[in-house]
Nanobody, 125 residues
Framework: VQLQASGGGLVQAGDSLRLSCAAS????????MGWFRQFPGKEREFVGG????????KYADSVKGRFTISRDNAKNTVCLQMNSLKPEDTATYYC???????????????????WGQGTQVTVSS
């Protein structure tokens, strides 16, 4: 399984950015997908997750109402739409796939076994 994240960049506070993650594999729709971010010197933290069908989502409180996760199972992609960006959203963002099929959305990084390479998001004030 390979995950390829893209879409990061440098934006100003209040702007929007859309991250995408393309996944390989034939059973993409069976797995929860998550987005995490990592600040320098910190562990990765959960941003949001989406169920295999796309019917359930979960978000960190810090991004709730501003970020939206969606997926297109026909294209094996998951996206993170980030609106009203703040300087404190500056981080490296990673997409990840859960380690087992048909499971719940987990907020801990340990529940995800496949990771994309990360894409940098920088929000200037």
């Amino acid at each position: 399984v390979q995950l390829q994240a893209s879409g990061g960049g440098l934006v100003q506070a209040g702007d929007s950015l859309r991250l995408s993650c393309a996944a390989s594999g034939l059973t993409f729709n069976r797995y929860v997908m998550g987005w995490f971010r990592q600040f320098p010197g910190k562990e990765r933290e959960f941003v949001g997750g989406i169920s295999g069908s796309g019917g359930n989502t979960k978000y960190a409180d810090s991004v709730k109402g501003r970020f939206t996760i969606s997926r297109d199972n026909a294209k094996n992609t998951v996206c993170l739409q980030m609106n009203s960006l703040k300087p404190e959203d500056t981080a490296t963002y990673y997409c990840a796939r859960r380690n087992a099929q048909y499971t719940a959305i987990m907020t801990g990084a340990g529940g995800y076994v496949y990771w994309g390479q990360g894409t940098q998001v920088t929000v200037s004030s």
